[in-house]
C-alpha cells in the first residue's frame, strides 16, 4: 500500500520598509504596513479561503479517507489576526474534521536552528506549539523546521523538545542513492522519525497547478496520478509538500476540478490513501538512519543546498543573535518582543543571496532591493535601530530597580 502525504505551508514575513542611516533612532516603523496588509488581505480572499472551502466540501464527500497536514507560520497566524481573522474560523473547521494535521516549528520562521541559541530555539518551539494548540485545538506532533532545514544535530534539538518525527527536503545530496519514499530515523535519536519530501512529484504538482492558470490549459488529473502510481511502486511513502497558495488564483475552478478528481482517483485506487504526518510513525518504521552533516533546506522556488552560505547572511545572523539575551528578557516591552521574533523570519536572510527570485530579470524592477548588498544594509540599520531601542529599554528598567531599591532601603 502507498501512502500519500499531502502537507501544504502557509507563510507570511513581515517585510521590511526602506530603513536609511538617517532613519536609526527616529521612531519609524520597520514594517512595510501597506504592503503586508495588502498581500495578506490578497492571499485569504483569492487563495486561502476559497480553498479551505473547496477541501472542507471534499473532506466530507470523502469521510475518513482523504487527509492532509498543514504548516501556518507564527508570522502567517500574526497577520491572519491583525488583518483577517476569519480565515482562522476555515481553518479550524478543517482541523475539526479529524483528518487535518497541524506541524509545529519556530514562532517565527526563524534560522534559530542555525545557532547554538538553544534556550531561544525551545522558547520558539513551544510559543508556536502553544499557538497552533489555541487557534486550531491540535498539538502539533510532527516538526517541520522554517525551509525544512534538517541537519543530524538540529534533528537530535528537536527531538529532545518533544517531537516524533520531521519532514525535511529529499535533497540527493543527502539521500544520494536513497529513495524520500522511506521513513528514515535521526542518526543521533534513534526514535526521531525522518520524512523526506518527494522533490520530483512535489515540484511535478505545483507545476500541473500552475499551468493551470493559462486559460487554455486544460485540467489532467490523469498524467499526475498514473505519475504517482508509477513512481517506484513498492516504495510505501509519498511526501508532497507544496506551497499552498498554489490551489489557489485566477483559475482556482480549474484547479479544484483537478484536485478533486485526483482525490476520487487515488481514493477509489485499491493501492494509494492518503495519511497524515501524525500517522506515518504508526504505520512505517524506519528502515535506516540517515547522515546530514550539513544543512538542507527548501525554499519555494529557491533551492539551497546549504543555508545560509555567504559572509552576509552569516554576518547579520551573528549580529541579530548577539542581542539574544537582552530581546528575550521576561520584562522587555512587548512590542520590543514583537520586533526580536520578526527579526529572526528567513525571508529578510535570504534576499542576502544573489540567486533569490527578486534579483531574476522581471522582478528586480519590483522590489524594493537592487541587490543583496541592499537588502543586506537595510536589515543592519533596522538591527542597529533596534539594538539602540534595547540599550533604552534596558536603562530605564534599571533605573526603575534602582529607585525602588533605594526606596525599600530608605523604609527601612
Not at 528514515?184 to 504538482?205: A, G, T
Request: net charge negative.
Amino acid at each position: 500500500m502507498k501512502n500519500i502525504c499531502l502537507c501544504f505551508q502557509v507563510h507570511h514575513p513581515f517585510h521590511f520598509q526602506a530603513f536609511r542611516f538617517t532613519d536609526i533612532d527616529s521612531n519609524k516603523s520597520y514594517y512595510d504596513d501597506l504592503r503586508i496588509e495588502r498581500e495578506i488581505n490578497d492571499a485569504v480572499t483569492n487563495y486561502y479561503s476559497p480553498s479551505n472551502d473547496f477541501l472542507l466540501k471534499l473532506i466530507k464527500k470523502h469521510p475518513g479517507k482523504l487527509k492532509m497536514a498543514f504548516y501556518i507560520s507564527g508570522t502567517a497566524s500574526d497577520q491572519f489576526l491583525l488583518y483577517e481573522p476569519h480565515v482562522l474560523t476555515s481553518f479550524r473547521e478543517l482541523a475539526h474534521t479529524g483528518q487535518v494535521d497541524f506541524l509545529g516549528s519556530t514562532s517565527s520562521h526563524s534560522l534559530v536552528t542555525l545557532t547554538n541559541h538553544k534556550k531561544e530555539l525551545v522558547h520558539q518551539i513551544k510559543d508556536h506549539q502553544t499557538k497552533t494548540e489555541y487557534l486550531f485545538g491540535i498539538k502539533p506532533q510532527v516538526f517541520v523546521n522554517s525551509d525544512l532545514i534538517y541537519s543530524d544535530l538540529i534533528g537530535k534539538d528537536i527531538a529532545e523538545a518533544g517531537y516524533r518525527a520531521m519532514i525535511t527536503n529529499g535533497s540527493k545530496k543527502t539521500l544520494v542513492w536513497r529513495s524520500p519514499n522511506y521513513v528514515y530515523s535521526n542518526s543521533h535519536q534513534p526514535k526521531m522519525d525522518i520524512y523526506f519530501r518527494n522533490e520530483q512529484l512535489s515540484d511535478e504538482l505545483e507545476l500541473e497547478l500552475s499551468r493551470l492558470d493559462s486559460p487554455e490549459k486544460e485540467d489532467n488529473p490523469h498524467n499526475f496520478l498514473s505519475f504517482i502510481n508509477n513512481h517506484h511502486n513498492d516504495e510505501p511513502l509519498v511526501n508532497i509538500y507544496i506551497d499552498y497558495k498554489a490551489l489557489g488564483g485566477v483559475e482556482i475552478e480549474k484547479k479544484q476540478q483537478f484536485i478533486e478528481s485526483m482525490v476520487s482517483q487515488i481514493i477509489e485506487s485499491s493501492n494509494v490513501e492518503f495519511v497524515t504526518p501524525s500517522e506515518i510513525a504508526e504505520r512505517l518504521g524506519s528502515v535506516a538512519p540517515i547522515l546530514a552533516n550539513e544543512p538542507i533546506c527548501w525554499v519555494n522556488n529557491f533551492h539551497s543546498y546549504y543555508y545560509p552560505g555567504n559572509e552576509l547572511q552569516t554576518e547579520a545572523l551573528k549580529q541579530l543573535y548577539l542581542l539574544q539575551n537582552t530581546a528575550t528578557r521576561i520584562d522587555m516591552d512587548i512590542n520590543l518582543q514583537k520586533d526580536w521574533q520578526y527579526l529572526q523570519t528567513s525571508d529578510h536572510i535570504h534576499l542576502m543571496d544573489d540567486q533569490h527570485p527578486t534579483y531574476l530579470d522581471g522582478n528586480i524592477a519590483e522590489s524594493l532591493f537592487k541587490t543583496k548588498y541592499d537588502a543586506f544594509i537595510n536589515y543592519m540599520n533596522i538591527l542597529d535601530d533596534f539594538r539602540l531601542k534595547l540599550y533604552k529599554e534596558t536603562g530605564k528598567r534599571e533605573k526603575k530597580r534602582t529607585r525602588r531599591q533605594v526606596q525599600n532601603k530608605n523604609s527601612h
